[in-house]
Structures are given as structure tokens and as C-alpha cells.
Nanobody, 119 residues
């Protein structure tokens, strides 16, 4: 089992920045990638980006590319989502997830952290 705990959410003004953290514990061996997702009220969950656990290569959704950066500290078993130039439409609950397959199937999820961007 993998346990994921997000933190760092909050209220920020448009144009501001926020950094989310995802603490990873449990059986971390075999993790292929760590993803970030978000879900706004009344909308479906949306992919934000992911980082490969071993190589650190990251991929982003077009909606956040150039504004968000995913990084990881393997020594601390923590993944970060740095969010800059925040927009009102970035308001959502943000989740981190772990994928132990090579098929993008995220089998482990955190409880989420709320990010609210005031316009």
C-alpha cells in the first residue's frame, strides 16, 4: 500500500503562487510516476501533470504548461506542485496519485487539498 498526504493548499489572489506537497509513504517501491490531478466543483477530475519517479521527467496539461512545475525529493519521498501565475479557473481540490503500472493507472490517491484563487 502507498499512503499519500497532500498539503499546502489555501486561498491566494490571482497572479499569485502556491506550492503543494505530497508526502509519500508505505510501499514506495515500484512507483513509476506521481501525478497531480484537480477537480473543480461540478466538473470532472482533470489531469494536471506527472513526474517520473526515477528520472524526474515531467509532463503537463496544456492548461497549466509554463505556469506549474512538478518536482520531487526522493530522499524525503515528497512530490511538489509549484503553481505560479494562478488564475481563478485553477480553483479546485488538488490530488496527488501514485502509479505502479506503466499504463497510467493511478491506484493510490491522497485525500486532496483545496486551492482557491480569488479574482
Amino acid at each position: 500500500q502507498v499512503q499519500l498526504v497532500e498539503s499546502g493548499g489555501g486561498l491566494v489572489q490571482a497572479g499569485g503562487s502556491l506550492r503543494l506537497s505530497c508526502a509519500v509513504s508505505g510501499s514506495t517501491s515500484g512507483i513509476v510516476r506521481m501525478g497531480w490531478f484537480r477537480q473543480a466543483p461540478g466538473k470532472e477530475r482533470e489531469f494536471v501533470g506527472f513526474i517520473a519517479w526515477t528520472t524526474g521527467t515531467s509532463t503537463y496539461a496544456n492548461s497549466v504548461k509554463g505556469r506549474f512545475t512538478i518536482s520531487r525529493d526522493n530522499a524525503k519521498n515528497t512530490v511538489y506542485l509549484q503553481m505560479n501565475s494562478l488564475k481563478h479557473e485553477d480553483t479546485a481540490v488538488y490530488y496527488c496519485a501514485a502509479d505502479k503500472t506503466f499504463a497510467g493507472a493511478y491506484g493510490y490517491w491522497g485525500q486532496g487539498t483545496q486551492v482557491t484563487v480569488s479574482s
